[in-house]
């Protein structure tokens, strides 16, 4: 106990001369189709690595927070903000862009946002089905304008399932069922030839060319030409211009800001901070130092159909956020589109199977490392 006490000690009096925080946020999904699109930021805060305190802020940041994720509707008006949710999941098809937090599924289209319904139990999107898992009962949902039950099976707690865009198969340790899935129903079968997934369509994204004092966004079809002076006043340096990232929706263009990484410690008195500022594309970018936490002002993104719209996203306060959008709209219904279910692509197992790309834990820490490297190069 004797030779432990004094790194203990040390531990505790660094820790009472010692603060530290920071966050991270990076793009998680970025789905849609037609003008609406559904924002996954992953946003991360953090804390300082116990293991560093001994050192004078060592800027050693490990996540505080897991898995939340703030969420924001864009259409051809603006941009909208949802939330601060756990482990949301989106898919986008020809039927509109689909959102699942928590136990509520909630569908865009053609700029009307609606609450398709809600579930009991654990739910799981592999679109175009929800299954929603309780003690004892697995049900299926299909997802379309509306929302509807097509079945369900008792199911142990130590049975597992698959879920895949077209079947379903449910393993117990007395045997295995599988199932085709259709819209009308679930209907067991003795074996499933192909297992297949829809993937979730998803804009195409161009990182802004700044020539001439021009911001040029071109994804091979479209190109949109902004002056530069327009976006200055919302930004935090003008080396972001490089760093901006268009989404082509059909009728505009949505531009979405960087991503941020942030750190700062206090020591004595003294402070010491890092904002750095990358492409979500390139992840290229650059770092202010000695950034405090009342130097954060409000983080823009834009919609441009000919004049460019800024919105006011969220302001940073050092770990979390203050949302500045306005709240979505939330309707009870909206106009009923053609059903389309083709799946684009299929697998031989039911393994990976997913709902969306994102860039989570891994992601996060290899972002959470170029701030370390940004710092290390000062």
């Known amino acids: ?4 006490f004094p790194a203990i000690m040390m531990l505790i009096l660094t820790a009472a001369l010692v603060s530290a925080d920071g966050f991270g946020y990076t793009y998680s999904s970025i789905t849609g189709s037609g003008n609406d699109a559904v ?18 802020c060592c800027y050693n940041e490990i996540p505080a927070d897991c898995c939340h994720y703030v969420v924001f509707y864009a259409n051809s ?10 482990s949301p999941a989106a898919f986008s098809s020809e039927n509109g862009t689909y959102l699942l937090i928590g136990n509520a599924v909630y569908r865009a289209h053609n700029g009307c946002f609606q609450r398709l319904g809600g579930v009991t139990g ?3 999107l592999v679109f175009p089905y929800l299954a929603a898992r309780t003690a004892d009962k697995l049900s299926i949902y299909h997802l379309g304008s509306n929302m509807s039950r097509i079945g369900s099976i008792k199911m142990a707690q130590e049975c597992t399932f698959d879920l895949g865009s077209r079947n379903l ?18 209907f067991e079968v003795s074996s499933i030839d192909r297992w297949e997934f829809m993937e979730s369509k998803r804009p195409s994204m161009a990182e802004g060319k700044l020539e001439n004092g021009t911001l040029i966004f071109s994804n091979g079809s479209r190109t949109y030409r902004i002056s530069a002076n327009e976006f200055l006043p919302y930004l935090y340096d003008r080396r972001e211009l490089n760093l901006l990232t268009g989404v082509f929706m059909k009728d505009y263009l949505l531009i979405l800001p960087p991503v941020m990484d942030y750190a700062y410690c206090v020591e004595n008195g003294t402070f010491g901070s890092s904002l750095g500022i990358s492409s979500f594309i390139s992840m290229s970018g650059f770092v202010l130092y000695d950034f405090r936490p009342e130097d954060f002002r409000p983080v823009y993104a834009f919609i441009y159909g000919g004049t460019l719209k800024p919105v006011p996203l969220f302001l940073p306060t050092g770990s979390y956020f203050r949302p500045l ?10 106009p009923r589109p053609v059903e389309v279910e083709k799946p684009s692509h299929t697998e ?31």
């Not at 106990?1 to 432990?4: D, H, I, V």
């Not at 924002?39 to 004078?56: E, F, V």
């Not at 008006?77 to 756990?86: I, K, R």
């Not at 790309?357 to 959470?368: A, D, E, H, S």
């Open 77 to 86: 008006s603006g941009v909208y903000y949802l939330g601060y949710v756990y």
């Open 39 to 56: 924002i996954l930021i992953d946003w991360t805060p953090t804390m300082i690595d116990p293991l560093c305190a001994p050192r004078p």
């Open 1 to 4: 106990m004797g030779k432990f």
């Open 169 to 186: 198969i449910v393993s117990c340790p007395n045997g295995t069922r599988r199932f085709n899935l259709t819209p009308s129903g679930l």
């Open 325 to 334: 959008a306005m709240n979505v709209t939330i309707r009870k219904s909206c």
């Open 348 to 378: 031989t197992s039911p393994a990976g199977a997913e709902t969306e790309n994102r860039i989570c834990g891994p992601g996060m820490v290899v972002l959470l490392s170029l701030s370390l490297l940004f710092m290390r190069k000062r």
């Open 122 to 124: 654990k739910a799981k």
